[in-house]
């Protein structure tokens, strides 16, 4: 009887929990320096602001208004007994907001968190029936390994001749030429000596490094050899492009280096891509177009790829012969530091991310948007418009312009792409309070959750 009675109320509970709550699962990632980790966190804080009864996300509340909804309550889920890291928005709030505040450091491993939304119900039975409940379940991973997703479609002799032929073009050629002259030195039957193999992989991995660091590129691959995850740079990564068309001879170098590129795929396939991004049906990719277009040309058009590649995978991961995941019911690119851009400014900027991106389908929509606001706007009637802030290790606030903003992308040779290129000044996080109460301060991430939640809401 027990068991009978045990059995009935489990039952009871599905069939409640299948009436009144709707899952979501959104993951979130972002080139590098896009802002992916305060993004999530301005994300958590302000859904908890929100069910706390601050407007800390007002778009989101009036569509919830406009359909005769409001938020009750939001719950961050404990931890639990989840095999993933945990995202802990309260420590990385405790970074922007301690005696020195800093930004957090970038995501290095898939972690999540999950929130609950109680929703009160609207029309005329909504005071009959209970609150409905909206369970967010956020995926963090870093965007280096989003750009793996083409290599499950390549064989190693077409990933090396295609990164070869790249590495061959400016910007990238002027960091290439110690790994040009290592490839040289090597005799066309060299054979599979590991010393050999792990040289050309830290060759490799130095030259993907320098280019993200120093030229703020993006489209670097493997995404790994940049951000290797707890299992770090084990043998199954030693392996680098090298020439060569057809089945390499048993022994040589060459066979020794497609074999761990295949390993190499399939523990990226087995460890991460089926298991994990299978899960989620909501996508948001971060990337930072202003810092890629102040970066020049060369910076700019490898963003441009690295987006491309990104919403093409998206596109064509449920045909692809690897993969086998559900479709993406939304996918939101979001170019993130617009509080780095005067008011004015802010639509061309818009719309020369529009024309970065180019066509995305009809489930993506694009935003851009500042996750934490960290300036101040100038006066409107100031000429050129400046935003003011603090840069980190300063202590007074400062003018910035990022200089004239085009709403499409300026050809090649355009004097635009002559003007002097410079990085993005790092400002210091506002004054915050470090229990988050009020929320964290934003420009349009109202607007972002407002659509991406539109349709279960």
């Known amino acids: 009887m027990d068991r009978l009675l045990h059995g009935m109320a489990r039952l009871g509970d599905e069939a409640e929990r299948l009436l009144n709550e709707t899952s979501l699962r959104v993951a979130i990632t972002g080139l590098s320096r896009s802002g992916k980790t305060v993004f999530i966190t301005s994300l958590i ?5 929100l069910g706390r009864g601050r407007d800390s996300l007002p778009a989101l509340t009036r569509q919830l208004a406009a359909n005769g909804q409001r938020i009750l309550a939001v719950r961050l889920e404990p931890s639990g007994t989840q095999a993933l890291d945990w995202f802990d928005a309260a420590e990385k709030l405790r970074d922007l907001a301690g005696a020195t505040p800093h930004w957090p450091p970038r995501t290095a491993d898939l972690a999540s968190a999950a929130l609950t939304l109680v929703v009160a119900r609207s029309g005329r039975l909504g005071g009959l029936l209970p609150p409905r409940r909206l369970r967010l379940e956020l995926l963090d991973y870093p965007g280096e390994w989003l750009l793996d997703l083409p290599l499950l479609d390549q064989d190693f002799s077409q990933w090396s001749a295609a990164t070869l032929a790249q590495l061959k073009q400016p910007p990238r050629a002027a960091l290439a030429t110690d790994f040009f002259a290592f490839l040289a030195s090597l005799p066309p039957d060299a054979p599979d000596e590991d010393a050999v193999a792990r040289r050309g992989f830290l060759l490799y ?19 790994r050899f940049l951000v290797p995850g707890p299992k770090g740079d084990s043998p199954m990564m030693w392996f680098f492009p090298i020439p060569g068309q057809g089945p390499a ?26 298991p994990w991004f299978a899960r989620f049906d909501r996508q948001v990719v971060l990337v930072d177009a202003l810092g890629a277009l102040c970066g020049g040309e060369g910076a700019f058009a ?38 780095h851009i005067p008011p004015v400014q802010r639509p061309a900027f818009l719309s020369m991310f529009q024309a970065m991106l180019g066509e995305t389908g ?14 101040e706007d100038g006066a409107p009637t ?8 603090v840069p980190s290790g300063e202590t007074r606030r400062r003018p910035f312009r990022p200089g004239p903003i085009p709403d499409s992308i300026p050809p090649s040779g355009d004097p635009f792409w002559r003007r002097p290129y410079f990085a993005l000044p790092e400002f210091r996080p506002p004054v915050l309070d470090p229990e988050g109460r009020e929320g964290l301060p934003h420009l349009h991430m109202d607007a972002l959750l407002a659509w991406l939640l539109e349709d279960a809401l």
Request: aromatic share 10%; proline share 5%; glycine share 4%.
């Open 382 to 389: 100031v000429s050129p418009p400046v935003v003011f802030g």
């Open 45 to 49: 804080s302000n859904l908890l602001a």
């Open 302 to 339: 490898d963003a441009r790829q690295a987006v491309a590649q990104i919403a093409r995978a998206y596109d064509q991961r449920s045909r692809s012969r690897w993969l086998r995941l559900p479709m993406l019911k939304r996918v939101a690119f979001a170019a993130s530091k617009l509080d």
């Open 249 to 274: 001879a048993p022994g040589s170098l060459r066979d020794l280096l497609a074999r761990r590129f295949d390993a190499y795929r399939e523990d990226m396939r087995r460890s991460y891509f089926d």
């Open 362 to 375: 009809p489930k993506a929509r694009h935003f851009a948007l500042a996750a934490l606001r960290s300036t």
């Open 205 to 223: 991995r130095d030259l993907l490094v320098a280019a993200r660091d120093e030229l703020g590129l993006r489209w670097l691959q493997p995404g």
